[in-house]
């Protein structure tokens, strides 16, 4: 979850790393040259993204592929750093040693909130669609069941929506899981009494 501007200069990649690796208290992602706190986001967030994490970090046991929380910083090819909620990285340089970020990421999601929906489908998905590596966006509703995905196919991006009852189906990791288990221990106003 993302809050507003909290440095309103521009910022220089290279001040950003530093102040990334001295300020351990607040992290910040780094979009064109400018800093967006990260906040902490509601129950449902955490669930969902726990959730993502768990089935995915047991579905990818054993293979070479690892699955990170949004401690992991993902930097982009240009210079933007991002902290998506959950990501996988297939790639040697990103798996086989001690990194405080990733670079070739297979698959991205973001649990979506109100303050930041927007950037989360917009802008972000742009800066994702520039990563080569990037084989899926998800992006996960946490009031109602409801599951998106954008997966590259060749030179285009199709895009997949999964509601109540369905299974998820994940291509570039060729993971399927029911979206129950998405959704375990959260409280949808649809199902709240």
């Known amino acids: 979850m993302l809050a507003r501007f909290e440095y309103d200069e521009w910022m ?5 790393l530093a102040l990334d690796h001295e300020n351990l208290d607040q992290r910040y992602e780094y979009i064109d040259g400018h800093l967006y706190a990260l906040a902490g986001g509601s129950n449902n967030h955490s669930y969902i993204a726990g959730n993502m994490f768990s089935i995915l970090r047991e579905r990818l046991r054993g293979s070479p592929c690892k699955a990170a929380t949004s401690d992991m910083m993902f930097q982009l090819p240009k210079g933007n750093c991002l902290f998506p909620d959950v990501s996988v990285s297939c790639h040697p340089e990103d798996t086989r040693e001690i990194k405080n970020s990733i670079q070739f990421p297979t698959l991205v999601v973001e649990v979506l909130s109100p303050s930041t929906e927007m950037r989360d489908r917009v802008r972000k998905f742009r800066f994702y669609q520039q990563c080569p590596s990037i084989k899926e966006y998800v992006l996960i509703n946490q009031y109602r069941k409801e599951v998106e995905i954008y997966s590259r196919i060749d030179a285009e991006w199709k895009y997949r929506r999964y509601t109540s009852g369905d299974e998820i189906e994940l291509i570039s990791l060729n ?17 709240a009494d």
């Open 12 to 16: 220089s990649l290279e001040e950003y």
């Open 175 to 191: 993971i399927t899981f029911h979206i129950d288990l998405l959704y375990e221990n959260t409280i949808l106003p649809e199902e």
